[in-house]
């Protein structure tokens, strides 16, 4: 198991969580004339660099990033080569908001998974469907309130993360075991099989955030 220290030695993440998105734009002509502009400037060309790579006028790209004229897709096209960018990066600001699943106390929704036994409860506490992050992320709280001889062991795709809220817990994950107490937690691949090896402390109470990719629609 890792120490603080080599956690805190890891190799940064790339993203920053506190990182702060500008708020997307209502008009769509507005929205797109922003990111022509933006990609632009990132590349250190000017208008007229821009209208003699890509053989549009310079009133056109002028009216085009002062959002004052919707653009035909052949344009649009010809711009996100000439700027090195996908043509669905110009919509960005004009995307969807996200949704969001808000959950009180005891209202989540109890389900039967598979070796789900008496005394062992399984709350999902959101689901958010067709999401643009390509992960599907189920968070439960798991209530074990029964002494049992015989635990399910589960394997799955994607990533599983557990933190003890209340009572005791051995788990395993593989050929590993590990005891488990309230402000413990265990992160690990789903793939290995895992699950409760003995229950010390009832009742025993944890989140479980199971996250995996989502699953593409296979076109006819």
Known sequence: MPSKTQIENAVALDQNPHAVREPRVNNLEMAIGH???NFRKKLGIT???LSAATGISLGMLSKIENGNISP????????SRALGVPITAFFRRFEEPRSATFVKAGEGVNIERRGTRAGHQYSLLGHID??????TVEPYLI???VESDVFPTFQHDGMEFLYLLEGEVVYRHSDALYRMQPG???FFGADAPHGPEELVKLPCRYLSI???????AVSD
């Open 35 to 37: 990111e022509v502009r």
């Open 47 to 49: 208008v007229t660099d």
């Open 72 to 79: 035909s897709l052949t344009t649009l096209q010809t711009l």
């Open 130 to 135: 067709n999401n643009t992050s390509g992960v």
């Open 143 to 145: 209530t074990l309130t």
């Open 184 to 186: 413990d937690s265990l």
């Open 210 to 216: 199971i996250s995996y990719p989502q699953q593409k």
